[in-house]
């Protein structure tokens, strides 16, 4: 249970917390939508890098979303913690586990290799992009660990949109 009395209403105790600053909850929504919706990164990339960041931080609330439509599969999703050796991932998608994996604790050691992985496979937008959303995946993390916000187990349709719950 979070350490905050949120928001009564709100369809997720994330939401219950970020609603006590509706301002920034829409804000925030805004902004991780876009990063979802945009495009840009696959959806299945973007699944992958918020979840290796979930399992480096052991974010049992992250880790129980489970976003149904982006193409990972239930084999990736067992397969995270060996991803190096798994035969279930792609090139890029190794290079986007490598680059997801030093995001929480060793971003100062995300290397000119470790982008030269990326951009053989994304273009420099999407290189931006998916960093942009490696340290959004990064703080969700960290704000459900500090908030003491409890895992809720869900199978959603997709990420939140401009206009969907944040879990």
């Known amino acids: 249970m979070p350490w905050l009395h949120g928001v009564h ?3 997720s105790a994330f939401e219950a917390v970020l609603g006590l600053r509706p301002d920034l909850l829409r804000l925030y929504r805004d902004f991780y939508s876009t990063l979802w919706n945009g495009g840009l990164v696959p959806a299945q990339l973007l699944e992958l890098c918020r979840l290796r960041i ?26 995270l913690d060996g991803w190096r050796t ?29 982008v030269a992985a990326l951009r053989a496979h994304l273009t420099d937008a999407q290189v931006v992009a998916l960093t942009v959303a490696a340290a959004v995946f990064d703080a969700n993390c960290r704000l459900r660990l500090v908030f003491g916000i409890e895992p809720q187990p869900l199978a959603v349709e997709a990420p939140a949109t401009a206009h969907g719950v944040l879990f």
């Not at 979930?54 to 999703?77: I, K, R, W």
């Not at 035969?87 to 680059?99: G, I, N, T, W």
Request: charged share 20%; proline share 5%; net charge negative.
């Open 54 to 79: 979930a399992t480096v931080h052991a974010s049992d609330a992250q880790l129980a979303l489970h976003h149904a439509h982006t193409g990972v599969t239930d084999e990736q999703v067992r397969s």
């Open 9 to 11: 209403d709100a369809p």
């Open 86 to 114: 798994a035969a279930c991932f792609s090139p890029v998608e190794r290079a986007v586990l490598a680059f997801a994996e030093k995001m929480p604790w060793q971003h100062h050691g995300v290397s000119d290799d470790d």
